[in-house]
């Protein structure tokens, strides 16, 4: 059994551009003077148990990210497919072009949460082999409300209970198989997840939860790569 990761990486980052760091797509921003995408490279392939990591990117990006895997020696566990114009389109290219048997595992990781450490990575594996699907999520802190919106904000409808919900991460993952799955029918439908486990999930497939970490964050706004080289700098990495 073989244990594949998917990175989608062509999205173009728009909420950055409004801050200091320019309009360049998140995941080729520096932390520390590594890239971002280049670090969730590492993260997983720090993994002896990943067999291939994929990075799906836009085709005018390609060129790019293999200079990148080339300057900073990733090896040869790393491919480079096209990605797509949507996270699933992305993944779904990726999923494609995976050589793999139904069996074995595939894990789906924002490229743009470059802090993922590998016992989390390890975690995972292991619930997606145990359970078929599993995602990483943070458990919720502050109190949770529904909310109708109106034209003039939102009226609260009911408050949820902390203990029910989490707050979802990456990476999610399942057996190639199962998710292959989820991705035709949701293909066939017309319908758009905003997430892997949200097509599980419509595929009536159970999806394990493994506990998260708030340094897992997403690079998304002006202020997190100086968040996330805070946490580096805490931990003593390079």
Known sequence: MRVFVILPAAGIGTRMAAGTHGA??????????VPVLVRSLRAFLEVPRVDVV???VRASERERVEAQIKEFALGPRVRVVEGGDSRQESVGNALA???SADEDLVLVHDAVRPLIDAATIERTIEAVEKHGAAIVGLPAVDTIKQVERTAEGAIITATIPRERVVLAQTPQGARVGLLRGAFAEAEADGFAGTDEASLLERAGIEVAVVPGSAKNFKITQPGDIELAEFYLKQAGAR
């Open 97 to 99: 072009a995976l050589e």
């Open 54 to 56: 994929c990075v799906a």
């Open 24 to 33: 360049a797509p998140k995941q080729f921003l520096s932390i520390g003077g």
